[in-house]
T-cell receptor, first 113, second 113 residues
Framework: DAKTTQPTSMDCAEGRAANLPCNHSTISGNEYVYWYRQIHSQGPQYIIHGLKNNETNEMASLIITEDRKSSTLILPHATLRDTAVYYCIVRVKDSGGYNKLIFGAGTRLAVHP | DVKVTQSSRYLVKRTGEKVFLECVQD?????MFWYRQDPGLGLRLIYF???????EKGDIPEGYSVSREKKERFSLILESASTNQTSMYLC????????????FGQGTRLTVV
């Protein structure tokens, strides 16, 4: 299973870019990197995913290194509403061949005024 | 708007009771999942289902069972609730195609006393 490691917590000033790193050094060639976030008392919310090219959507950008061993989620202009726990996930296939999302502890991002 | 609905937001049950947690999705998704979330442990997969009447064990299935009689509904059953099953339970669904996002419900906070 490809595991991920993320910093436990980060701070960001409102209006600035939040750059959240993730290491996934054991990722294999066909495994995608997913990012979700969980705002307090709510279920996780999908943000973005990618394989090897950088991706951008209305919420964030995802930068994946060329060797695919790490990635960075970028929130270009963080707002107070972006305060949440951010999960970097690699989809893994279990022994039965089923795709599972395995969540780690995530990074607690605090956006402050 | 896509929707995953969990029947209860908060639930308090007694030790030894049989507990049913219900999850309904309106997106015609093939795959459905049950996770539990505990402080310091992140989200852990209990069971998942990739089709009606099909179920697979996740990482921590002990003490739980599931039922998927209809495509839109995935039930988590605690046959005899115990205090160590006090947790936040999250249901998710996604299409059967590979590498698609998962949608989560709001969660059920279960307390077993």
């Amino acid at each position: 299973d490809a595991k991920t490691t993320q910093p436990t917590s980060m701070d960001c000033a409102e209006g600035r870019a939040a750059n959240l790193p993730c290491n996934h050094s054991t990722i294999s060639g066909n495994e995608y990197v997913y990012w979700y976030r969980q705002i307090h008392s709510q279920g996780p919310q999908y943000i973005i995913h990618g394989l090897k090219n950088n991706e951008t959507n209305e919420m964030a950008s995802l930068i994946i290194t060329e060797d695919r061993k790490s990635s960075t989620l970028i929130l270009p202009h963080a707002t107070l509403r972006d305060t949440a726990v951010y999960y970097c996930i690699v989809r893994v296939k279990d022994s039965g061949g089923y795709n599972k999302l395995i969540f780690g502890a995530g990074t607690r991002l605090a956006v402050h005024p | 708007d896509v929707k995953v609905t969990q029947s209860s937001r908060y639930l308090v049950k007694r030790t030894g009771e049989k507990v049913f947690l219900e999850c309904v999705q309106d997106m015609d998704h093939e795959n459905m999942f049950w996770y539990r979330q505990d402080p310091g442990l992140g989200l852990r997969l209990i069971y998942f289902s990739y089709d009606v009447k099909m179920k697979e064990k996740g990482d921590i299935p002990e003490g739980y069972s599931v039922s998927r009689e209809k495509k839109e509904r995935f039930s988590l059953i605690l046959e005899s609730a115990s205090t160590n099953q006090t947790s936040m339970y999250l249901c998710a669904s996604r299409p059967g195609t590979v590498n698609t996002e998962a949608f989560f419900g709001q969660g059920t906070r279960l307390t077993v006393v």
